[in-house]
């Protein structure tokens, strides 16, 4: 993924389209919170008490890109790539020791996964059935979006906190 762009989504796009291009906006707005930034600026737990961080967020983006696409749309059974030490607790937050090329190498790899997964769908309105809910494809898309842009707004301060670095 290319932490230095942003693609404006169309403004008269069909419906596919104008979700795709904000779930692709919204992953590179992330990118670009993250562009430029050391390893141990990428681990900061920034703004405490919170134990966030951008690498914690980029893990967790990858982790929610895996198992919305791939394990409820595709009906894989792909284990989490961060092991979970305790049931409950989200590993991929866990990152003293983490490395952040793998984290985002990882997170471009289940993003483009999960762009095949959307290609392969013939309607938004396709469903599936996973753990006795159905989802359409348009709500995984519109969910991602919302799980994204909620993660982006802490990413702006965890980002301005770093550096000072502030805007979209």
Known sequence: MDLHKRTEPSRVADDRSSLTGFLQ??????ALKCAGLT???LRRRAVPPSALSLLGLVRHVAEVERSWFRVVLRGEN???HWHRP???RFAEFDVDSADPAEAFEIWAEECARS???VDGFESLD?????????YSLRYVITHMIEEYARHNGHADLLRERIDGATGE
Not at 25 to 30: A, I, P
Not at 127 to 132: I, K
């Open 126 to 134: 396709t469903t599936v059935q996973w753990r006795g809910e159905v």
């Open 115 to 117: 762009r095949a997964t």
């Open 78 to 80: 792909v284990p989490p």
């Open 86 to 88: 305790v049931p409950g």
């Open 25 to 30: 906006y919204q992953r590179e707005t992330l």
């Open 39 to 41: 390893a141990d600026q």
